[in-house]
């Protein structure tokens, strides 16, 4: 059984940073692509971030793009968000979710971990 | 970066009725890049379309989706309790992807 689970979430001030990360299990975790999408409370979906199975290639959203940095550690079956120069406007759930087949569309999501940017 | 609008924003219907939901692109999504995805509240979406027209593992045959070009359609041809949620598409034809901005099914 695929799982996701994300982590990492909380409370930041602006400006601040913080790190998510997301465990997989139950799938061959290097051979897919992994996303980050967010969802800013009562608003729709945004992809934020990409990266290959391998991890050689990285793809942001122009609104995190130079701020956030996602990255992947193939022996911990392990995704991971870095978030820094953190605005309101990033408040948001972010799921984790697996990318079927490099498409560029996802079969299956963490939970969800809420960052909430405020002073 | 192609815009997916969505209508309505609520449909209001009765448990046994059709939904037909709309997606519509800024412009052309090629090979029918697009996916439909089910939320409900405090949980991750669902997938339950890809390709415009090809159902995810375990969705039920009530769901379908149809489409291409621009404009592409989810139809539930008899919503059932569990129907009722936020469905979104997402387009993959090219970055950045996108989504709609979703439309609530809720109960009459």
């Known amino acids: 059984e695929v799982q996701l689970l994300d982590s990492g979430g909380g409370l930041v001030q602006p400006g601040g940073s913080r790190r998510l990360s997301c465990g997989a299990s139950?799938?061959?975790?290097?051979?897919?692509?992994m996303s980050w999408v967010r969802q800013a409370p009562g608003k729709g979906l945004e992809w934020v971030s990409s990266i290959s199975g391998r991890g050689d290639k990285t793809y942001y959203a122009d609104s995190v793009k130079g701020r956030f940095t996602i990255s992947r550690d193939n022996s911990r079956n392990t995704l991971s968000l870095q978030m820094n120069s953190l605005r309101a406007a990033d408040t948001a759930v972010y799921y984790c979710a697996k990318e079927k087949d490099s498409s560029g569309w996802w079969d299956y999501w963490g939970q969800g971990t809420l960052v909430t940017v405020s002073s | 970066e192609i815009v997916l609008t969505q209508s309505p924003g609520t449909l209001s219907l009765s448990p046994g009725e059709r939904a037909t939901l709309s997606c519509r692109a800024s412009?052309?999504?090629?090979?029918?890049?697009l996916a439909w995805y089910q939320q409900k509240p405090g949980q991750a979406p669902r997938l339950l379309i890809y390709?415009?027209?090809n159902r995810a593992i375990d969705i039920p045959d009530r769901f379908s989706g149809s489409g291409s070009g621009t404009d592409f359609t989810l139809t539930i041809s008899r919503l059932e309790p569990d129907d009722f949620a936020v469905y979104h598409c997402q387009q993959y034809s090219s970055t950045p992807l996108t989504f709609g901005g979703g439309t609530k099914v809720e109960i009459k």
């Open positions: 412009q052309t999504v090629t090979k029918n890049n």
């Open positions: 390709g415009a027209s």
């Open positions: 139950g799938f061959t975790f290097r051979t897919y692509a």
